[in-house]
Structures are given as structure tokens and as C-alpha cells.
């Protein structure tokens, strides 16, 4: 039983808030509202996903949201430069790979600590992505080829939640059942005895990175596609989410260690928990004040595993 609560009790508790808002919140469980949150759910999601993957080899990555963000204006800048809809979706993906490699080479080549190359490379996103606005959104008509990547449906399902599934299902895929993601995982437990096992831990590193930007890349590309706009500072409220997803994810099916169902399920909770503090009636403010508990929780369960991406300064 005790094992059952370590490794599910997290998971149970989710289910119960959900269940929770389900029975007392007014409207929450409406069709539309439910629809919403799973929508809402796939940014946050994707973009935490990122975080686990860097977070699997024992680094950190706070630049996320701002290269989204970055990510996001240059594909509404080729938009409206009237570039066709797949350069523009190659535009943002381009953007948030060539962050993610750079952190990556500054981590593992330059010796930078993780904390603190993806602060400078956040600045950086953030400072060009205002230099391309000058501080006013990118709106107006955008083409249908790229609105629909994050507003139409295949059989009745949201694109959002398909690329949501996509995404996971790789994620998990890589981790899981590849040689890669197994010399990932033994690089984030053990890096030095991984390097005298003969795994490339500079390289398993530098994947990780790369993966990190890549999702923030995708992560972009269907915010902006979902909101047919796209402004210097889009995502940058999603940097304390998805850190807060990643570590409530840990207390939940692999306690400790960063997971891809823990993730997943945890971005969903903390949406249910945000529309149903909304449905309630409760102040804006109290989303924050929970967040911040949350955060707090999760690091003091998993408090090893932050220890050693965060602090090896």
C-alpha cells in the first residue's frame, strides 16, 4: 500500500481535483469548457515536455518561454511578410532548435552552467523578439493553411490535442524504448559513470537541449496558429507552469525522476485546477498563490534530483 500511495498517490489526488470541480463548479463540466482545458492543456503540455526532456540529462532550461515567445513572432512575421504557411511553421521550429542547440554547446563545450546560459539566451530571445515587433503584436487575417495546424479537427478531434498526443507519444517513445533515451536517462542519474560506461554524455546533453527548443519551436507555432497573433512576450507566462508540471510530475509514477505520464498528467491538473478556481469564482490571484505551493511541494519531494540539475555550479 505504501508503494501504491508513493508511486500513484499524486495521480489519485489529481483525479479526486478533477472529480472535485466536476461535481461543484459551476459549468465546468460542460462540453466546451472540458474541450477548452484539453486545448489549453496541449501548450502547456508540449512546452513542459521540453522541460522534462533537458531535465532527464540533469540540466535546466528557463529560456523555454521566451524562445517560444521569439519562436512565435518570427512565424507571424513570415506570415506577414505573406511567406507561405510552411515557412513560417519552419521559421518558428527553425528558431527554437537553433536555441536549443546553443544552449546545448554552451552547456557541454563553453562549461556554462545550464541555469545560467539559458537566463542569457532567454535575454537574448527576449530582446530580439521585441526588436522584430518594436512592441506591438502581429495580427490581422492569417491563411487558413496555417490557422488550421492548431484549429481544425481530424474525425471530430481537436488538432491541438493530436499534436498534444504526438508529441508525448515521441517523447515517451525516445525515452522508453530507444538507445538514446536510455543513455539520456543514465547520463541525468550518473554523468560520470555513464562517461566511463562509454556513453556520450556531451552529446546525450546536447540532444536534450536540442529536443527542449524544439518543442518550445512547436509549442509557438500552434499558439500563434491558435491565436492568429503573435507578441514578444506570448508564453511567458507558461515558464512557471511547465517547471510546475515537470515537478509535480515527478512525485506521481516515477517518484524522484523526471517522467513523461507524470508530466502530461500534472499539465492537465494544473489547467483542470486554474478553470475550475475560475468557474468558482475564486480571485486571480489565488491561481498564483497555488502555484507557488505547488512548486514548493514538488521540489521538497523530489528534492534530490532538483539538487542535482540546479545547483552544480
Given at each position: 500500500m505504501r508503494e501504491v500511495i508513493g508511486r500513484y498517490g499524486t495521480a489519485i489526488a489529481g483525479l479526486a481535483i478533477i472529480v472535485f470541480f466536476v461535481l461543484f463548479a459551476p459549468n465546468f463540466a460542460l462540453p466546451n469548457n472540458m474541450l477548452n482545458v484539453l486545448k489549453e492543456t496541449s501548450f502547456l503540455a508540449i512546452l513542459a515536455l521540453g522541460f522534462t526532456l533537458a531535465f532527464t540529462v540533469a540540466e535546466l532550461d528557463l529560456s523555454i518561454a521566451e524562445v517560444a515567445s521569439l519562436a512565435a513572432?518570427?512565424?507571424?512575421?513570415?506570415?506577414?511578410?505573406?511567406?507561405?504557411?510552411?515557412?513560417?511553421?519552419?521559421?518558428g521550429l527553425a528558431v527554437g532548435a537553433a536555441f536549443g542547440a546553443a544552449n546545448g554547446y554552451g552547456v557541454t563545450v563553453l562549461r556554462i552552467p545550464s541555469l545560467i546560459m539559458t537566463l542569457g539566451t532567454a535575454a537574448i530571445a527576449k530582446g530580439l523578439a521585441f526588436m522584430l515587433t518594436q512592441g506591438v503584436a502581429f495580427m490581422g487575417r492569417w491563411p487558413v493553411g496555417f490557422t488550421g495546424l492548431a484549429r481544425g479537427t481530424v474525425f471530430g478531434i481537436p488538432n491541438l490535442i493530436l499534436w498534444m498526443a504526438a508529441v508525448t507519444l515521441f517523447?515517451?517513445?525516445?525515452?522508453?524504448?530507444?538507445?538514446?533515451?536510455?543513455?539520456?536517462?543514465?547520463?541525468?542519474?550518473?554523468?560520470?559513470?555513464?562517461?566511463?560506461?562509454?556513453?556520450?554524455?556531451?552529446?546525450?546533453?546536447?540532444?536534450g537541449m536540442l529536443l527542449t527548443g524544439l518543442c518550445a519551436g512547436i509549442t509557438a507555432v500552434l499558439l500563434a496558429a491558435s491565436l492568429s497573433s503573435a507578441a514578444p512576450n506570448m508564453a511567458g507566462d507558461y515558464l512557471l507552469y511547465a517547471i510546475a508540471a515537470v515537478l509535480l510530475g515527478m512525485t506521481m509514477f516515477e517518484p524522484g525522476k523526471p517522467n513523461i505520464p507524470g508530466t502530461v498528467f500534472a499539465a492537465l491538473v494544473l489547467k483542470v485546477l486554474g478553470n475550475g478556481l475560475v468557474m468558482m469564482g475564486a480571485p486571480y490571484y489565488v491561481q498564483d498563490i497555488v502555484l507557488g505551493a505547488i512548486i514548493i511541494g514538488s521540489v521538497a519531494f523530489s528534492a534530490s534530483a532538483m539538487k542535482t540539475a540546479a545547483f552544480k555550479v
Open positions: 513572432v518570427v512565424a507571424g512575421w513570415l506570415i506577414q511578410s505573406q511567406m507561405h504557411p510552411g515557412l513560417a511553421v519552419a521559421g517523447a515517451y517513445g525516445l525515452v522508453k524504448w530507444t538507445r538514446t533515451g536510455a543513455h539520456m536517462v543514465a547520463t541525468g542519474e550518473a554523468d560520470e559513470a555513464a562517461r566511463l560506461a562509454g556513453i556520450a554524455t556531451g552529446r546525450m546533453k546536447r540532444i
